[in-house]
């Protein structure tokens, strides 16, 4: 007779998010994370990318059909979700490329749905190679139907400014922009400054309305990393998986960025790779 063993029962985090063929960023990036941090990771996809290197590395983008995101939530929900009866309840997701209002309201509607505690925002509002007008009808419907669902946002420098209003070129206007983004939205902000900001350190700043703490590490170059913001995001949404405070989760995915960008993986591309395998070994 052969012997059984009993099954496991780790954290569990949903990333809704677009696929990014080289594997640097977007679901990949997210689900590597999700494992190194020992958290069971789930992705619905939204829409697929893929960078095109004959017109200069922009994207090409296709979206998912409605009906086809709204089966995977239904799926994972069922399997993982409050009402499931699975041993660890699926209560934790990261929001990555929606690509278009429509995926927006699909996914809305699964968020008001879900039972979720934790709802973290990763609100990309920019996908170069979409046309201008539908690019910023995604931006204006991402600000009014998910970020006041979400729990968690991490905007990088483009959007913090997009979302707060305030033209971000130092240390003290980060600390402003995240102050705004949370008196929006409701939600703990880490608000990204990274290497756009002068000086010798990568600089973010966390605020959930409370506290604000500066998170500090020394630049490792000068030119961001693919995938640093996407994973960022889902260490934030790993650790709150695994019952972290947002203000642990912060500082523990800035570690874990930072280690991530220290051992970046380079390509053919004009750009290197942040490589999740070594971040906190």
Request: overall charge negative.
């Amino acid at each position: 007779m052969e012997s059984m063993t009993s099954a496991v029962s780790p954290a569990i985090a949903l990333t809704i998010a677009g696929s990014e063929a080289t594997g640097g960023a977007g679901a990949q990036a997210d689900l590597k994370t999700f494992q190194e941090l020992g958290v069971f990771g789930i992705v619905n996809l939204t829409c697929i990318v893929s960078f095109d290197p004959k017109d200069d590395w922009n994207h090409r983008f296709v979206p998912v059909d409605q009906q086809v995101i709204a089966d995977q939530l239904e799926a994972t929900t069922a399997a993982y979700g409050a009402a499931s009866g699975a041993p660890s309840v699926l209560d934790t997701v990261k929001i990555g490329m929606l690509g278009s209002p429509a995926t927006i309201s699909t996914v809305e509607e699964a968020l008001r749905g879900g039972a979720f505690a934790n709802i973290v925002l990763d609100p990309v509002l920019i996908c170069k190679g979409q046309e201008p007008g539908h690019a910023l009808d995604t931006d204006q419907a991402l600000k009014a139907q998910i970020l006041p669902l979400a729990t968690f946002v991490t905007p990088n420098h483009f959007e913090a400014e997009s979302l707060s209003g305030i033209a971000i070129t130092d240390e003290e206007s980060l600390k402003a922009a995240a102050i705004r983004i949370h008196e929006l939205s409701g939600a703990a902000v880490l608000a990204k400054g990274g290497v756009r900001l002068e000086g010798a350190d990568a600089v973010d700043v966390f605020y959930d309305g409370e506290t604000l703490e500066v998170l500090r590490a020394p630049k490792v170059g000068e030119v961001a990393v693919s995938g640093a913001g996407c994973s960022l995001a889902a260490a934030v949404t790993a650790e709150l998986a695994k019952g972290a405070t947002p203000l642990e989760a912060a500082r523990t995915a800035k570690a874990f960025v930072t280690e991530g960008i220290r051992n970046r993986v380079a390509s053919g591309a004009p750009f290197d790779a942040l490589w999740q395998g070594v971040a906190l070994s």
